[in-house]
Protein backbone atom coordinates (compact mmCIF):
# COMPACT_ATOMS: atom_id res chain seq x y z
CA UNK A 1 0.00 0.00 0.00
CA UNK A 2 1.30 3.56 -0.57
CA UNK A 3 1.89 5.88 1.72
CA UNK A 4 -0.52 9.00 1.92
CA UNK A 5 1.39 11.45 -0.44
CA UNK A 6 3.32 14.59 1.63
CA UNK A 7 3.49 16.69 -1.02
CA UNK A 8 1.31 17.77 -4.17
CA UNK A 9 3.18 19.37 -6.69
CA UNK A 10 1.70 21.38 -9.83
CA UNK A 11 3.49 20.93 -13.21
CA UNK A 12 3.27 24.09 -15.90
CA UNK A 13 3.43 22.15 -19.48
CA UNK A 14 4.55 18.94 -18.64
CA UNK A 15 5.42 18.24 -22.20
CA UNK A 16 9.15 18.57 -21.99
CA UNK A 17 11.43 18.09 -19.34
CA UNK A 18 9.02 18.04 -17.15
CA UNK A 19 8.14 13.93 -17.79
CA UNK A 20 11.30 13.51 -16.29
CA UNK A 21 10.48 15.30 -12.94
CA UNK A 22 7.26 13.77 -12.97
CA UNK A 23 9.27 10.10 -13.04
CA UNK A 24 10.93 11.47 -10.09
CA UNK A 25 8.66 12.96 -8.05
CA UNK A 26 6.39 9.65 -8.31
CA UNK A 27 9.14 7.61 -7.08
CA UNK A 28 9.33 10.16 -4.05
CA UNK A 29 5.40 9.02 -3.07
CA UNK A 30 4.27 12.95 -4.82
CA UNK A 31 0.94 14.06 -5.63
CA UNK A 32 1.51 15.52 -8.97
CA UNK A 33 -0.82 17.67 -11.00
CA UNK A 34 -0.83 19.03 -14.52
CA UNK A 35 -1.79 22.27 -15.90
CA UNK A 36 -1.52 23.70 -19.46
CA UNK A 37 -0.27 27.33 -19.84
CA UNK A 38 -1.96 27.79 -23.56
CA UNK A 39 -5.48 26.79 -24.75
CA UNK A 40 -4.31 24.95 -27.50
CA UNK A 41 -3.94 21.22 -26.44
CA UNK A 42 -0.41 19.62 -27.13
CA UNK A 43 0.68 16.50 -27.26
CA UNK A 44 0.72 14.77 -24.07
CA UNK A 45 0.08 12.12 -22.47
CA UNK A 46 -1.52 12.69 -19.13
CA UNK A 47 -0.90 9.12 -17.52
CA UNK A 48 0.89 8.99 -13.95
CA UNK A 49 -0.73 12.71 -13.09
CA UNK A 50 -2.99 12.52 -10.70
CA UNK A 51 -4.92 14.99 -11.98
CA UNK A 52 -4.86 16.80 -15.23
CA UNK A 53 -6.31 20.08 -15.13
CA UNK A 54 -6.62 21.48 -18.57
CA UNK A 55 -5.83 24.91 -19.74
CA UNK A 56 -6.93 26.88 -16.51
CA UNK A 57 -6.55 30.14 -17.91
CA UNK A 58 -4.79 33.18 -17.15
CA UNK A 59 -2.63 33.74 -13.93
CA UNK A 60 -5.51 34.55 -11.97
CA UNK A 61 -7.50 31.64 -13.24
CA UNK A 62 -5.33 29.45 -12.36
CA UNK A 63 -4.25 30.68 -8.70
CA UNK A 64 -7.96 30.53 -7.99
CA UNK A 65 -8.35 27.00 -9.09
CA UNK A 66 -5.02 25.76 -7.19
CA UNK A 67 -5.82 27.88 -4.21
CA UNK A 68 -8.42 25.10 -3.37
CA UNK A 69 -6.02 21.97 -4.37
CA UNK A 70 -3.17 23.49 -2.10
CA UNK A 71 -0.25 22.68 -3.77
CA UNK A 72 3.09 22.86 -2.18
CA UNK A 73 4.43 23.49 -5.10
CA UNK A 74 4.27 25.41 -8.40
CA UNK A 75 7.05 24.66 -11.27
CA UNK A 76 7.79 24.53 -14.90
CA UNK A 77 7.84 21.44 -17.01
CA UNK A 78 8.92 23.52 -20.24
CA UNK A 79 10.90 26.87 -21.05
CA UNK A 80 7.70 27.95 -22.11
CA UNK A 81 6.35 28.26 -18.63
CA UNK A 82 8.27 29.47 -16.64
CA UNK A 83 6.78 32.77 -16.50
CA UNK A 84 3.62 31.94 -15.77
CA UNK A 85 4.42 29.26 -13.06
CA UNK A 86 6.53 31.62 -11.34
CA UNK A 87 3.33 34.03 -11.28
CA UNK A 88 1.52 31.59 -9.83
CA UNK A 89 3.51 29.98 -7.37
CA UNK A 90 4.10 33.89 -6.51
CA UNK A 91 0.51 34.26 -6.33
CA UNK A 92 -0.36 31.45 -4.17
CA UNK A 93 2.40 32.39 -1.61
CA UNK A 94 4.89 29.22 -2.62
CA UNK A 95 8.41 29.53 -2.75
CA UNK A 96 9.69 31.26 -6.43
CA UNK A 97 12.04 33.43 -8.24
CA UNK A 98 12.57 36.64 -7.30
CA UNK A 99 9.46 38.32 -9.21
CA UNK A 100 11.60 41.85 -9.17
CA UNK A 101 13.88 39.85 -11.70
CA UNK A 102 10.97 38.63 -14.18
CA UNK A 103 11.98 41.14 -16.80
CA UNK A 104 15.73 40.13 -16.83
CA UNK A 105 15.04 36.63 -16.93
CA UNK A 106 12.77 36.54 -19.90
CA UNK A 107 15.00 38.50 -21.83
CA UNK A 108 18.28 36.36 -21.43
CA UNK A 109 15.57 33.22 -22.15
CA UNK A 110 14.46 35.03 -25.49
CA UNK A 111 18.39 35.32 -26.04
CA UNK A 112 18.53 31.72 -25.67
CA UNK A 113 15.81 30.47 -27.89
CA UNK A 114 17.45 33.14 -30.18
CA UNK A 115 20.39 30.66 -30.08
CA UNK A 116 18.66 27.67 -30.28
CA UNK A 117 15.92 27.55 -32.91
CA UNK A 118 14.67 24.02 -32.61
CA UNK A 119 11.67 24.15 -34.36
CA UNK A 120 12.69 24.90 -38.10
CA UNK A 121 15.53 24.63 -40.05
CA UNK A 122 18.02 27.26 -41.36
CA UNK A 123 16.17 28.25 -44.54
CA UNK A 124 14.31 31.43 -43.57
CA UNK A 125 15.29 31.52 -40.12
CA UNK A 126 17.45 34.19 -38.46
CA UNK A 127 19.82 32.63 -35.65
CA UNK A 128 21.59 34.18 -33.31
CA UNK A 129 25.36 32.88 -34.32
CA UNK A 130 27.41 32.43 -31.56
CA UNK A 131 31.18 32.42 -31.84
CA UNK A 132 33.72 30.33 -29.29
CA UNK A 133 33.92 27.64 -27.08
CA UNK A 134 30.27 26.74 -25.49
CA UNK A 135 29.52 25.28 -22.60
CA UNK A 136 25.73 24.48 -20.53
CA UNK A 137 25.64 24.50 -16.85
CA UNK A 138 22.71 23.17 -15.16
CA UNK A 139 21.50 24.15 -11.65
CA UNK A 140 19.35 23.55 -9.11
CA UNK A 141 18.98 26.49 -6.58
CA UNK A 142 16.99 27.07 -2.87
CA UNK A 143 17.25 30.36 -1.12
CA UNK A 144 20.96 31.26 -1.67
CA UNK A 145 22.41 28.10 -2.39
CA UNK A 146 23.00 27.36 -6.51
CA UNK A 147 24.27 23.29 -6.82
CA UNK A 148 25.51 22.15 -9.81
CA UNK A 149 23.78 18.87 -11.12
CA UNK A 150 25.96 18.31 -14.32
CA UNK A 151 27.72 20.87 -17.39
CA UNK A 152 29.04 20.10 -20.76
CA UNK A 153 31.18 22.03 -23.50
CA UNK A 154 28.95 21.59 -27.08
CA UNK A 155 31.73 19.72 -29.65
CA UNK A 156 31.41 19.70 -33.02
CA UNK A 157 29.67 23.28 -34.08
CA UNK A 158 29.69 24.38 -37.55
CA UNK A 159 29.28 27.74 -38.66
CA UNK A 160 27.14 26.67 -41.80
CA UNK A 161 24.73 24.92 -39.16
CA UNK A 162 24.26 27.10 -36.46
CA UNK A 163 21.32 25.50 -34.72
CA UNK A 164 23.00 23.46 -32.39
CA UNK A 165 25.64 21.11 -31.74
CA UNK A 166 26.88 17.67 -32.95
CA UNK A 167 27.33 16.56 -29.38
CA UNK A 168 27.89 17.27 -25.40
CA UNK A 169 30.48 15.70 -23.76
CA UNK A 170 30.53 16.12 -19.76
CA UNK A 171 32.44 18.41 -18.27
CA UNK A 172 35.52 18.05 -15.92
CA UNK A 173 34.73 20.24 -13.05
CA UNK A 174 37.90 19.71 -11.92
CA UNK A 175 39.28 21.70 -15.12
CA UNK A 176 40.22 25.87 -14.91
CA UNK A 177 37.90 26.43 -16.93
CA UNK A 178 34.87 24.91 -16.25
CA UNK A 179 35.51 26.30 -12.50
CA UNK A 180 35.50 29.80 -14.34
CA UNK A 181 32.13 28.48 -16.17
CA UNK A 182 30.46 27.67 -12.63
CA UNK A 183 31.54 30.75 -10.78
CA UNK A 184 29.99 33.02 -13.75
CA UNK A 185 26.89 30.64 -14.16
CA UNK A 186 26.23 31.05 -9.68
CA UNK A 187 26.86 34.72 -10.48
CA UNK A 188 24.33 34.85 -13.26
CA UNK A 189 22.01 33.06 -11.41
CA UNK A 190 22.25 35.76 -8.83
CA UNK A 191 22.17 38.20 -11.04
CA UNK A 192 18.66 36.92 -12.74
CA UNK A 193 16.84 36.22 -9.08
CA UNK A 194 16.88 32.50 -9.59
CA UNK A 195 15.92 31.34 -6.12
CA UNK A 196 13.73 28.22 -6.20
CA UNK A 197 13.95 25.50 -8.67
CA UNK A 198 16.05 24.34 -11.67
CA UNK A 199 17.55 26.43 -14.28
CA UNK A 200 20.43 26.14 -17.39
CA UNK A 201 22.59 28.36 -18.93
CA UNK A 202 24.56 28.73 -21.87
CA UNK A 203 28.10 30.24 -21.71
CA UNK A 204 30.55 31.12 -24.86
CA UNK A 205 34.32 31.48 -24.22
CA UNK A 206 35.89 33.88 -26.77
CA UNK A 207 38.98 36.18 -27.35
CA UNK A 208 36.98 38.80 -25.44
CA UNK A 209 36.49 36.10 -22.36
CA UNK A 210 33.34 34.20 -20.79
CA UNK A 211 29.98 35.52 -22.32
CA UNK A 212 26.12 34.20 -21.91
CA UNK A 213 24.46 33.12 -24.39
CA UNK A 214 21.69 32.70 -22.73
CA UNK A 215 19.52 31.07 -19.76
CA UNK A 216 15.97 30.26 -18.44
CA UNK A 217 14.47 28.89 -15.15
CA UNK A 218 13.96 25.80 -16.08
CA UNK A 219 15.12 22.04 -16.75
CA UNK A 220 17.10 20.87 -19.09
CA UNK A 221 16.01 18.94 -22.13
CA UNK A 222 16.21 15.13 -21.60
CA UNK A 223 19.36 15.02 -23.89
CA UNK A 224 21.29 14.57 -20.67
CA UNK A 225 19.27 12.81 -18.80
CA UNK A 226 21.78 9.64 -18.49
CA UNK A 227 24.00 11.99 -16.21
CA UNK A 228 23.97 9.49 -13.55
CA UNK A 229 25.32 6.54 -15.66
CA UNK A 230 28.87 8.85 -14.99
CA UNK A 231 28.22 9.02 -11.77
CA UNK A 232 26.50 11.90 -11.09
CA UNK A 233 22.95 12.74 -10.38
CA UNK A 234 20.64 14.31 -12.91
CA UNK A 235 19.06 17.35 -12.52
CA UNK A 236 15.41 16.13 -12.60
CA UNK A 237 16.48 14.08 -9.32
CA UNK A 238 18.43 16.79 -7.42
CA UNK A 239 15.03 18.94 -8.32
CA UNK A 240 12.96 16.76 -7.02
CA UNK A 241 14.71 16.03 -3.42
CA UNK A 242 14.11 19.39 -3.03
CA UNK A 243 10.49 19.51 -3.22
CA UNK A 244 10.23 16.90 -1.03
CA UNK A 245 12.55 18.11 1.55
CA UNK A 246 11.92 20.60 4.47
CA UNK A 247 15.07 22.23 4.63
CA UNK A 248 15.88 22.34 0.56
CA UNK A 249 18.71 24.60 0.85
CA UNK A 250 20.39 22.53 3.68
CA UNK A 251 20.00 19.80 1.69
CA UNK A 252 21.85 21.43 -1.47
CA UNK A 253 24.55 22.52 0.86
CA UNK A 254 25.63 18.77 2.00
CA UNK A 255 26.28 17.95 -1.63
CA UNK A 256 29.25 20.84 -1.63
CA UNK A 257 27.45 22.27 -4.53
CA UNK A 258 29.18 20.56 -7.44
CA UNK A 259 28.50 17.56 -9.29
CA UNK A 260 31.43 14.95 -9.20
CA UNK A 261 31.47 12.29 -12.41
CA UNK A 262 33.39 9.06 -11.77
CA UNK A 263 33.04 8.32 -15.88
CA UNK A 264 33.25 10.60 -18.66
CA UNK A 265 30.38 10.60 -21.27
CA UNK A 266 29.25 12.13 -24.35
CA UNK A 267 25.73 12.17 -26.03
CA UNK A 268 25.57 12.76 -29.44
CA UNK A 269 23.23 14.22 -32.37
CA UNK A 270 22.40 12.67 -35.69
CA UNK A 271 22.65 15.47 -38.86
CA UNK A 272 20.89 15.01 -41.90
CA UNK A 273 22.14 17.18 -44.65
CA UNK A 274 18.71 17.07 -46.45
CA UNK A 275 15.20 16.53 -46.23
CA UNK A 276 14.55 12.84 -46.47
CA UNK A 277 12.21 9.70 -45.63
CA UNK A 278 13.82 7.03 -43.58
CA UNK A 279 14.14 3.82 -45.84
CA UNK A 280 16.40 1.65 -43.18
CA UNK A 281 17.54 1.10 -39.59
CA UNK A 282 19.84 -1.97 -40.87
CA UNK A 283 23.44 0.65 -40.16
CA UNK A 284 22.46 1.70 -36.85
CA UNK A 285 23.27 -1.91 -35.56
CA UNK A 286 27.46 -0.11 -36.32
CA UNK A 287 26.62 1.75 -33.21
CA UNK A 288 26.66 -1.49 -30.94
CA UNK A 289 30.39 -1.59 -32.15
CA UNK A 290 31.64 1.69 -30.80
CA UNK A 291 33.77 1.00 -27.65
CA UNK A 292 31.87 3.31 -25.54
CA UNK A 293 28.70 2.90 -26.62
CA UNK A 294 26.14 2.76 -23.87
CA UNK A 295 22.75 3.73 -25.52
CA UNK A 296 20.80 4.78 -28.49
CA UNK A 297 17.84 6.06 -27.45
CA UNK A 298 14.55 7.45 -29.42
CA UNK A 299 15.23 6.26 -32.81
CA UNK A 300 13.54 6.80 -36.10
CA UNK A 301 11.61 4.61 -37.35
CA UNK A 302 10.78 3.40 -41.21
CA UNK A 303 9.13 6.32 -43.25
CA UNK A 304 10.01 9.18 -40.51
CA UNK A 305 10.74 12.57 -42.37
CA UNK A 306 14.25 14.02 -40.81
CA UNK A 307 15.19 17.89 -41.57
CA UNK A 308 18.41 19.24 -42.08
CA UNK A 309 18.35 21.06 -38.69
CA UNK A 310 20.00 19.98 -35.38
CA UNK A 311 17.75 19.82 -32.24
CA UNK A 312 18.85 19.36 -28.49
CA UNK A 313 16.16 16.97 -28.34
CA UNK A 314 17.70 14.84 -30.76
CA UNK A 315 16.46 14.37 -34.41
CA UNK A 316 17.16 10.84 -35.08
CA UNK A 317 17.38 9.83 -31.27
CA UNK A 318 20.57 10.28 -28.93
CA UNK A 319 23.47 8.25 -28.57
CA UNK A 320 25.35 8.02 -25.13
CA UNK A 321 28.67 7.34 -24.70
CA UNK A 322 30.20 6.54 -21.70
CA UNK A 323 33.91 5.59 -21.07
CA UNK A 324 36.62 5.79 -18.80
CA UNK A 325 39.32 7.06 -21.11
CA UNK A 326 38.01 10.42 -22.93
CA UNK A 327 40.36 9.91 -25.97
CA UNK A 328 38.30 6.84 -26.44
CA UNK A 329 35.06 8.67 -26.85
CA UNK A 330 36.90 11.01 -28.94
CA UNK A 331 37.69 7.93 -31.40
CA UNK A 332 34.47 6.59 -31.09
CA UNK A 333 32.46 10.17 -32.47
CA UNK A 334 35.24 10.36 -35.30
CA UNK A 335 33.96 7.26 -36.75
CA UNK A 336 30.28 8.09 -35.77
CA UNK A 337 30.59 11.00 -38.01
CA UNK A 338 32.71 9.16 -40.44
CA UNK A 339 29.70 6.26 -40.88
CA UNK A 340 27.06 9.34 -40.95
CA UNK A 341 28.88 11.09 -43.44
CA UNK A 342 28.66 7.77 -46.23
CA UNK A 343 24.96 7.22 -44.57
CA UNK A 344 25.61 4.00 -43.17
CA UNK A 345 23.88 4.74 -40.25
CA UNK A 346 20.10 5.44 -41.23
CA UNK A 347 18.92 4.80 -44.79
CA UNK A 348 17.66 7.83 -46.32
CA UNK A 349 15.35 8.93 -49.57
CA UNK A 350 16.02 12.29 -50.61
CA UNK A 351 12.36 14.83 -50.71
CA UNK A 352 11.79 17.72 -52.02
CA UNK A 353 8.98 19.76 -50.08
CA UNK A 354 5.81 18.67 -52.16
CA UNK A 355 7.11 14.97 -51.32
CA UNK A 356 6.28 14.98 -47.28
CA UNK A 357 3.35 13.10 -47.68
Known amino acids: ?9 AIIDGTGAGQALLRELLERNVECLHLRPHFEPAAFDPLGYDGDLGFAGDVSDA ?11 VVAGSPCATGYAEAVADGLGLPTHSIERFAAR ?3 ESLLRAARPETKS ?6 QVVRGQQFVVNTVSSGGSHHITDAWRLLDIREDEVLGPGALELCDPASAITADVF ?7 DDLGVRFGAAHAQFALSAEGLGLVGATASLMSPGMARAPASGSKHQAAVWADCLVSDAPAALLQTGALTYRPTRQMAVLFFRFPRRARVTDLDGLERLKCLTSFASHESPLALGEIVEPRTTWRGQGGLVYLIHDDPAQIGADIRQFRAWEARAE ?6 LKTEDAR
Open 1 to 9: MNQTPIRRV
Open 63 to 73: ISLLSELTPTA
Open 106 to 108: RYV
Open 122 to 127: LTGRQV
Open 183 to 189: DRARVTL
Open 345 to 350: LYGLRP
